[in-house]
């Protein structure tokens, strides 16, 4: 192993040590929020001194650079389709001595520079599209607010390829029937009321609302998914988009019926109103449908759902409004499809249940499944519970953990040839990350100075030796398929290792980066 | 005819749909038809007694029909949403949905046939919606009708309507004031309006002559007459009695010679023919049955020699059939010469067959003889146009109703079942056939007949139109079942049509061809049925969708 140290180590500690009034910034914690892989770079997010050190991996030697941010980092996250991070910080409210500062979405790229754009509101909570061009800030329900008033139905949409404006970012609070937004998802483009659009679907419970990006000016149009009456506590938890039928599928917990919302083309009321609007309609999915998928052609839409609750899966015509039921051998509560390779269409499901419900898995061919029903299920026993899975079905492979006792052991199902290799390990599959180009799954045991790993290539096992127990390991994108495993320190600290030689010899250290600039700025 | 039988506690029990022209259950809700035996009555005309066969059978139940599930018009189903005082309605081509409001409540609905037309009534107000629907979407106008009105029905030519309270249907408590008052609604374009009247004490169902042009209230004080050309405004209107009202000395003792009627007596199965000549009853738990010309207002007893416990009259109104169960008798009465000359009547006799109900076909050429309660697995079948000998029909269960389809040709037969588990280990197959509900399938011109054995209790069922197929629906909630069953009845298969929750009522939309099943779900479901391909489509969540807000 090659470490790298930088010097501002030996630097800052001298500067500690020669301190007689101590300048308070002394005193900020270097703590960062969990580290951000975006391209060849990681993102480490230091809230307290309101900036984030990036990490460049791309060179031969890693790069090192700071970028100022705005006040109370509290959330960074991958930008989506890009090499950059994202930052939100909620700003400062102010206090005797510190003067407040407007929350703020930052945009960092890893070559040092940031995009800044001011919210009006401390937003705890991110949606991105797939695209990586919008962004919602929302409200996490669950987070604290440390604000005396807020309002969790107030959100922010930013248009991340564009500038900051007076339109960009558009802020808004949503109709609300007495929820909150919980989760975000946005659609891919697809045509809606003769016009190619992407929406947000906001859920909140008991009720989803609809924001067209494409104009962010119109009113929202708010589905409720019961009727005042009903106490069921219907959450929304899925959500599926048949682009070419601009149609919404929609999974919900404490309902058995699926909603499907298709978009139709209206007359709008006003210039503010929205040119289309939901036709609801509800499927039925047996009992508990716990998840969903699309299959068929456009002209023939169909949906796979698996309901532990009644044990079968369901194959719902959306045109007919008719189910096909295939009463399941071992219960599932996922769905994989997969095709021939990873550009075909699917032709098979792999259902799965987790969480020790199952010790067998489902292949249900899709082709004329309405017609041959039981006959298109094949039924595979693994011989063990199946506590979690890791599907990639671009290698045709799924990882499964089984628990067994105090050590994890894992079970690689070969899509293709419908076996299950049993793998021994002293691991569990929690913190299990893939790398770039998703042929290596690696694992950092807790605890252990070591990085498994299984080439899915050959279902070959190994691990790396490190030199300090691995917190988490991420995977680096860029030409090398590399993962950096993250260590604990305050003075920031990874290992880099090359997925195509992962070996001890080949790895290399990095450490003492999130002191970078710390001389520089107390020198002032 | 009769498409379905009031069964009243008190005095009268009507049969609405006697002429056929009633208004429009000709296309939705259970088409039941059963036997409306009584109990045997001690001290009016001839009653049941020694050697009869029939002695102690208990009152059979008559099954209604619900203004409260969907309707269905021409090409619309109407669904009332009282929570909301609004209608859904809904396309059964495209499935689009529309809500209209319709006053405070919209609870019992109605449409008329072959139309996209539909009334409903309020039960937090006094007011009647009338919604029609175009291709432009459903307008809605409201009417002033009578308080606590609860049952609607329509002209055969759609130009007037009647609602009315009917005391024996689920209402929403009797309020105070007058029993006797209806409200006639004019229909006609550029006409619409509602006028209250006074008839006859508690109204229990209305009919209407062939053209549409009379109303017949049946109330307990007999049978009041709308001459609808004639209510131009505020008037009484008359009511015609069964009873034979006039103080006498018989009274006293006296026995003049013609059968005597009880002033406590009851008459059920009130019937007007289709010409409106002539309303004709039986009179509860005798062997008389009365007769009043409606032009004349003269009434006269026929004494028909044993109980008469149901009584039916053809659709064009030239015959009556009348069932004497404890003579295991049928007797066929032309009308009107044969209730005077005893002489015109046939006498159909069937020895051993408990002959407590008759149902005729719609085209009255035939005629279906059972008993709803009798532990007797026979039927007969008549034929009342020819002169084929009746038929016995073994149809292996007993019978619960009966139902032709509106071509005639076929019949669908309900039956009853032994109490007790039908898959219980160890059963012979026929312990597993008395106990299992189901249904048969008749081929009237052959006699054919398909028993039908189901895994739980025949719900609701409807022959559809043009006499194709019927659709009968199974729920049991316990045992997750929620289907309706497609029969063809060209050829008496049987197809499941799965569906996501209970169902509940099942009618037709006319032009669309398709059957709707109304379910049993939170937001409401319907599942459309195409009745030639058995293509299903459902919709759900129509309440739902008109709460989406922008």
């Keep these: ?524 | 005819m009769k498409a379905y039988t009031l069964t009243l506690p008190l005095v009268f029990a009507a049969a609405l749909d006697a002429c056929g022209s009633a208004s429009n259950d000709s296309l939705a809700g259970p088409r039941f038809d059963t036997d409306a035996g009584t109990q045997p009555r001690a001290d009016v005309g001839s009653t049941g007694g020694a050697g009869f066969a029939d002695g102690g059978l208990p009152r059979e139940t008559g099954e209604t029909r619900s203004f409260q599930t969907p309707q269905g018009g021409a090409r619309h189903v109407y669904v009332a949403n009282p929570a909301r005082d609004h209608v859904e309605v809904i396309d059964a081509e495209t499935l689009a949905i529309s809500s209209v409001e319709a006053g405070d409540g919209p609870t019992y609905l109605a449409t008329v046939p072959n139309t996209d037309t539909a009334l409903v009534l309020d039960v937090n107000a006094p007011t009647l919606a009338l919604l029609q629907t175009t291709a432009t979407g459903t307008t809605s106008r409201s009417f002033d009708v009578v308080d606590g009105a609860n049952a609607i029905a329509i002209a055969p030519d759609a130009q007037h309507a009647v609602v009315f309270l009917d005391t024996a249907q689920p209402n929403q408590g009797v309020p105070a004031g007058s029993f006797q008052e209806i409200s006639v609604l004019d229909l006609r374009p550029g006409h619409e309006s509602s006028l209250a009247l006074s008839v006859g004490f508690r109204p229990t169902g209305v009919t209407f002559s062939g053209d549409g042009a009379t109303g017949y209230v049946v109330t307990e004080d007999g049978v009041t007459i709308l001459d609808f050309a004639a209510l131009t405004g505020p008037r009484l209107v008359p009511t015609v009695s069964f009873r034979d009202d006039a103080v006498t000395a018989d009274d006293a003792g006296v026995d003049g010679g013609a059968p005597h009627i009880s002033r406590d007596a009851t008459v059920a199965d009130v019937a007007v023919t289709r010409d409106g000549h002539l309303a004709l009853a039986r009179v509860d738990g005798t062997s008389l049955l009365r007769a009043v010309d409606l032009r004349t207002r003269v009434a006269q007893t026929v004494d028909l020699g044993s109980e008469v416990t149901d009584l039916d009259v053809a659709p064009d109104g030239s015959f009556a059939v009348a069932a004497l169960r404890s003579a295991s008798r049928v007797v066929r009465i032309p009308l009107p010469d044969g209730l005077g000359d005893a002489a015109m009547r046939t006498v159909i006799s069937l020895p051993g067959e408990v002959t407590g109900s008759v149902t005729l076909s719609p085209d009255g050429a035939r005629a279906l003889v059972y008993s709803s309660v009798a532990a007797t697995d026979h039927a007969t079948l008549l034929d009342l146009a020819g002169t084929t000998a009746p038929s016995l029909l073994h149809l292996r269960k007993p019978v619960r109703a009966v139902a032709f389809a509106p071509d005639g040709r076929t019949a669908l037969v309900v039956h009853r079942h032994a109490d007790g588990d039908a898959h219980a280990p160890g059963l012979d197959l026929a312990t597993q056939i008395d106990r299992s509900p189901g249904y048969s399938l008749l081929d009237c011109a052959s006699r054919f007949s398909v028993l039908a054995l189901t895994d739980t209790e025949v719900g609701p069922f409807m022959l559809v139109p043009d006499g194709s197929s019927a659709f009968v629906l199974l729920r049991d909630d316990a045992r997750n079942i929620a289907r309706a069953q497609r029969v063809s009845l060209a050829n008496f298969t049987v197809r499941d049509v799965l569906l996501g929750s209970p169902p509940v009522s099942v009618g037709a939309v006319s032009l669309s061809h398709r059957v709707f099943i109304g379910q049993d779900h939170p937001e409401g479901r319907i599942t459309f049925v195409d009745w030639s391909t058995g293509t299903q489509q459902s919709v759900t969540g129509f309440e739902l969708n008109s709460r989406i807000v922008e």
């Design chain 1, 1 to 524: 192993m090659n470490p790298i140290l930088r010097p501002q180590t030996l630097c800052f500690a001298l500067v500690l040590a020669a301190c007689g009034q101590r300048d308070p910034r002394y005193g900020l914690s270097m703590a960062t929020l969990p580290p951000v892989a975006a391209g060849s770079a990681l993102f480490y997010v230091q809230p307290a001194l309101d900036r984030a050190v990036v990490v460049d991996t791309g060179t031969t030697d890693p790069t090192v650079r700071s970028v100022a941010l705005g006040t109370g980092a509290a959330l960074a996250v991958p930008r989506a389709a890009h090499a950059e991070a994202l930052v939100l910080s909620r700003g400062e409210r102010g206090s005797d001595g510190v003067d407040p500062a407007p929350a703020s979405l930052a945009a960092v790229t890893a070559t040092g520079t940031a995009r800044r754009w001011t919210l009006d509101a401390p937003f705890t909570a991110l949606s991105q599209s797939d695209d990586g061009r919008w962004a919602l800030a929302t409200f996490d329900p669950h987070a604290v607010s440390e604000r005396l008033l807020f309002n969790p139905n107030e959100l922010a949409l930013v248009d991340l390829d564009a500038a900051p404006s007076a339109t960009n970012p558009v802020v808004r609070t949503v109709r609300s029937f007495g929820g909150v937004p919980q989760r975000v998802v946005f659609s891919p483009a697809m045509v809606v009321a003769g016009e190619r659009r992407v929406l947000a679907v906001v859920l909140s419970d008991a009720y989803v609302t609809l924001l067209d990006l494409a104009h962010p000016d119109r009113s929202e149009v708010t589905v409720r998914l019961t009727l005042p009456e009903d106490t069921r506590a219907i959450a929304p938890s899925q959500v599926l988009f048949d682009v070419e039928n601009a149609t919404i599928y929609l999974r919900a917990d404490a309902s058995n019926d699926l909603y499907v919302m298709r978009l139709v083309q209206v007359t709008p009321a006003s210039a503010t109103s929205e040119d289309f609007r939901p036709a609801l309609n509800q499927l039925a999915a047996g009992t508990h449908p716990s998840d969903m998928a699309l299959t068929g052609t456009a002209a023939a839409r169909r949906v796979l759902v698996v309901s532990p609750g009644s044990q079968d899966a369901r194959l719902l015509d959306t045109v007919a409004n008719t189910s096909t039921v295939l009463p399941l051998s071992a219960p599932a509560n996922h769905i994989l499809l997969f095709g021939a390779d990873a550009t075909a269409p699917a032709t098979t499901a792999l259902l799965y249940g987790t969480n020790g419900v199952a010790s067998a898995v489902s292949f249900v061919a899709l082709t004329d499944l309405a017609a041959r029903r039981s006959l298109n299920v094949e039924t595979l026993q693994l011989g063990r519970t199946i506590g979690d899975a890791l599907p990639l079905p671009e290698r045709k492979v799924v990882l499964f953990s089984h628990p067994s006792g105090t050590t994890g052991s894992l079970s690689l199902l070969d899509l293709s040839q419908r076996t299950a290799a049993p793998i021994y390990s002293e691991a569990s599959l929690g913190g299990a990350r893939f790398d770039g180009d998703r042929q290596t799954v690696w694992v950092a045991p807790d605890g252990l100075q070591r990085l498994g790993y299984i080439d899915l290539d050959g279902f070959r096992p190994g691990e790396v030796r490190l030199d300090a127990a691995a917190t988490d390991v991420v995977a680096l994108g860029g030409a090398a398929r590399r993962v950096a495993a993250l260590h604990a320190g305050a003075e920031g600290w990874f290992t880099l290792i090359d997925g195509a030689q992962p070996t001890r010899a080949h790895a290399r250290s990095v450490r003492g980066f999130l002191l970078e600039g710390l001389l520089d700025e107390g020198a002032q």
